[in-house]
């Protein structure tokens, strides 16, 4: 966590002095922009179950490389298409337990569970996913080759494979985690990447469930969608 905080307030300098540094470029007919992106997010679920709850600070860390394809004799209109790798966590009270028949889902109440037939207060529950992403964006900007700083708009969707899903438990006796089975492997959805010069708002609305189809809590079905929203930072 502190290797990838440290490398997004790294990337984040970068991208401003990469900025500063293109005052003093010559005119460049045949630029490309914002190949490189690192963005943080908070992450909500979306079609809770009765009584679910989240708690913490359920954050995601993203970072790659996009290939800028411009479309039209200007560059204000391009095609992105990229490779990255995303951290996400999603705190709540939902308890992942494994079992000989497969995962059990249960609400966690007053944060008390019973685990070997001890009553045990728990600190923090958590999915948490790895996953190697290709974002698909539509891209305008209003930009110029002597432009550096400008308006942008990049809509499109993510594709994503999830290769680590653990769900992760810590008590005030022990901590536990294991490979959730039941996380879906592959996620999509629709993004928008909206702002103007280093700083810019990231939407991410799942089209996919977090869960595979067949997960229950209490007779519910866990239908639960992430939605991420937070800052995207961008360099050429």
């Not at 900025?19 to 992106?37: G, I, P, T, V």
């Not at 609305?205 to 929203?229: C, T």
């Amino acid at each position: 966590m502190k290797q990838l905080l440290f490398g997004f307030i790294l990337l984040t300098n970068l991208s401003i002095l990469a900025q500063n540094d293109r005052q003093s470029d010559h005119m460049d007919l045949k630029y490309l922009e914002d190949q490189f992106y690192l963005g943080i997010t908070y992450n909500s679920l979306l079609n809770k179950p009765t009584d679910f709850t989240q708690r913490n600070l359920s954050y995601g860390l993203q970072g790659g490389f996009i290939k800028d394809i411009p479309v039209n004799s200007n560059r204000t209109f391009a095609i992105g298409l990229g490779l990255g790798y995303a951290i996400n966590s999603y705190y709540s009270n939902l308890w992942a337990s494994e079992t000989s028949e497969g995962v059990e889902y249960s609400i966690i109440d007053e944060d008390v569970i019973t685990l070997d037939g001890n009553e045990v207060t728990v600190k923090r529950n958590k999915f948490e996913t790895h996953l190697l992403e290709v974002p698909l964006e539509f891209r305008w900007r209003n930009s110029s080759p002597n432009v550096y700083k400008f308006t942008r708009i990049y809509a499109g969707m993510k594709f994503g494979y999830i290769f680590g899903g653990r769900s992760k438990l810590v008590t005030s006796s022990d901590k536990s985690s294991f490979e959730n089975p039941d996380i879906r492997k592959f996620q999509y959805g629709l993004m928008l990447n909206v702002g103007y010069n280093t700083f810019n708002i990231h939407v991410y609305y799942a089209l996919s469930n977090l869960l595979e189809d067949g997960a229950f809590v209490d007779s519910e079905s866990l239908d639960l969608q992430p939605l991420r929203i937070g800052l995207i930072f961008y360099i050429l």
